[in-house]
């Protein structure tokens, strides 16, 4: 019978063994990264309490022979600790069920805790294990989100007053939280819908390997919110923009964007731009025909999968051989 245990220094060499052996050369870079952040993860989780799950947490799976097949990551979406993505997974050749068994003991052990959500985001070429995820383990494709690589400026706009954003805050979180899911469609509020502490400024900032910078832009009159910006960078080079407007104000949506853009010129004249584009906000259309009027690039696009924890869906499973490699970075 497989054995499931929480990651501990001893399995480190195991894991790095295995990413190597499944990942191709594109994704050795993950094995990297993975390898010197498994210690850091492990101090972080014993110095915080379960209650406030600030940080990732991976489990691994053996075979009767005492053989690592897998290992999946998760993490408790910051601001709602009853929702958790999933964030790694990666499974040796022909290891399907223990996949399935690794997924299924998250949402056992969590969801016995009180998580009445698990997601997470594919890139849609990645067939195999949507079909691990979907028919072996009862999530359902709810929508889609994309990356976009900004490969010009040309849509910038320099005649505007950037007094009129401002600097958010957490009083702010509960106009972003309105702002974000009333833009949401019907069809996916129940599964996508956002609390008001996810909007939430982190504590302890100096904690985090990533920086975050969020702003507004208030109507004047009665003081809700046209838009909510958020930018991103782990290292002050590659920076991701995701920007919260509805269609009612899209007409706003490229000097919102040049505002972002010459935040991060303050800090950096040199760096790449991303801007991630939700399918499932009413706005997500119209921001794409923006995108592609532009000649930005689609670099990928992700299938978002979710599991109500109350919501069981069975269905035959199926089995595949490849290896998995999923390893999902946040934006």
């Given at each position: 019978?497989?054995?499931?245990?929480?990651?501990?220094?001893?399995?480190?060499?195991?894991?790095?063994?295995?990413?190597?052996?499944?990942?191709?050369?594109?994704?050795?870079?993950?094995?990297?990264?993975f390898y010197s952040?498994v210690p850091v993860?492990?101090?972080?989780?014993?110095?915080?309490?379960?209650?406030?799950?600030?940080?990732?947490?991976?489990?691994?799976?053996?075979?009767?022979?005492?053989?690592?097949?897998?290992?999946?990551?998760?993490?408790?979406?910051?601001?709602?600790?009853?929702?958790?993505?999933?964030?790694?997974?990666?499974?040796?050749?022909?290891?399907?069920?223990?996949?399935?068994?690794?997924?299924?003991?998250?949402?056992?052990?969590?969801?016995?805790?009180?998580?009445?959500?698990?997601?997470?985001?594919?890139?849609?070429?990645?067939?195999?294990?949507?079909?691990?995820?979907?028919?072996?383990?009862?999530?359902?494709?709810?929508?889609?989100?994309?990356?976009?690589?900004?490969?010009?400026?040309?849509?910038?706009?320099?005649?505007?007053?950037e007094n009129i954003?401002?600097?958010?805050?957490?009083?702010?979180?509960?106009?972003?939280?309105?702002?974000?899911?009333?833009?949401?469609?019907?069809?996916?509020?129940?599964?996508?819908?956002?609390?008001?502490?996810?909007?939430?400024?982190?504590?302890?900032?100096?904690?985090?390997?990533?920086?975050?910078?969020?702003?507004?832009?208030?109507?004047?009159?009665?003081?809700?919110?046209?838009?909510?910006?958020?930018?991103?960078?782990?290292?002050?080079?590659?920076?991701?923009?995701?920007?919260?407007?509805?269609?009612?104000?899209?007409?706003?949506?490229?000097?919102?964007?040049?505002?972002?853009?010459?935040?991060?010129?303050?800090?950096?004249?040199?760096?790449?731009?991303?801007?991630?584009?939700?399918?499932?906000?009413?706005?997500?259309?119209?921001?794409?025909?923006?995108?592609?009027?532009?000649?930005?690039?689609?670099?990928?696009?992700?299938?978002?999968?979710?599991?109500?924890?109350?919501?069981?869906?069975?269905?035959?499973?199926?089995?595949?051989?490849?290896?998995?490699?999923?390893?999902?970075?946040?934006?």
């Open positions: 019978m497989a054995k499931i245990k929480k990651i501990k220094f001893s399995d480190i060499l195991k894991v790095k063994k295995l990413i190597s052996i499944v990942c191709n050369d594109k994704a050795m870079s993950y094995r990297r990264l952040s993860t492990y101090l972080q989780n014993l110095v915080y309490s379960v209650h406030l799950r600030r940080f990732p947490e991976s489990y691994v799976i053996y075979d009767n022979n005492n053989t690592l097949k897998g290992l999946i990551t998760v993490k408790a979406q910051t601001g709602n600790p009853f929702k958790w993505q999933i964030q790694r997974l990666f499974l040796d050749k022909n290891s399907y069920e223990e996949g399935k068994q690794l997924v299924e003991y998250i949402i056992a052990k969590f969801g016995a805790r009180g998580v009445d959500t698990f997601y997470i985001a594919i890139n849609d070429n990645n067939q195999e294990l949507i079909e691990l995820f979907i028919k072996g383990c009862g999530f359902r494709l709810c929508s889609s989100e994309g990356l976009w690589a900004v490969s010009n400026m040309n849509f910038l706009v320099s005649d505007f007053n954003f401002k600097n958010f805050k957490n009083a702010d979180s509960y106009k972003a939280a309105a702002l974000y899911n009333d833009n949401i469609f019907p069809l996916y509020k129940y599964s996508l819908t956002k609390e008001v502490g996810e909007f939430n400024d982190r504590f302890f900032q100096g904690f985090y390997s990533d920086s975050d910078f969020k702003y507004i832009l208030e109507d004047k009159n009665s003081k809700q919110l046209k838009a909510f910006i958020e930018i991103k960078t782990l290292d002050n080079s590659n920076y991701f923009i995701d920007i919260v407007i509805p269609p009612i104000y899209i007409d706003l949506y490229p000097m919102v964007l040049s505002f972002a853009v010459k935040k991060i010129i303050k800090r950096n004249k040199n760096f790449k731009l991303y801007i991630k584009n939700r399918k499932y906000l009413q706005s997500g259309e119209m921001l794409e025909q923006f995108f592609k009027e532009n000649k930005f690039e689609q670099l990928q696009n992700n299938a978002i999968l979710v599991k109500d924890f109350f919501k069981t869906v069975k269905e035959q499973t199926g089995t595949f051989n490849n290896a998995v490699v999923f390893n999902r970075f946040e934006v």
